[in-house]
């Protein structure tokens, strides 16, 4: 026999756009991943205000309270061996 160690992959892809409309389809904003260990992401307004800040992946913005619009995002991420990524970009709500 011999040991065989698996190394987890880091993977993350974000959206573009979600529709906040209750239809429950595309009703929340964040990103898909794998091999993530920590992960903070920060929605802003066009005028540069928080509107939303969450630690947890499995916690996606639901718009709640934002009109249709273009919104920044920036978020950090590590992987498992503690690598850090940093992703900044646009979401557009559509209603």
Known sequence: SQEVHIIPEFLF????????NGDSQNDFFGP???????????????????????????????????SQGVYIYKIKAKDYFGKPYEYFGNVSIIN
Do not use: H
């Open 32 to 66: 898909q991943g794998a091999g993530v260990s920590s992960f903070e992401m920060v929605i802003f307004d066009r005028w540069g205000n928080a509107l939303y800040q969450t630690t947890d992946m499995k916690k996606p913005w639901d718009g709640k309270g934002a």
């Open 13 to 20: 892809f974000m959206p573009t756009a979600f529709t906040p």
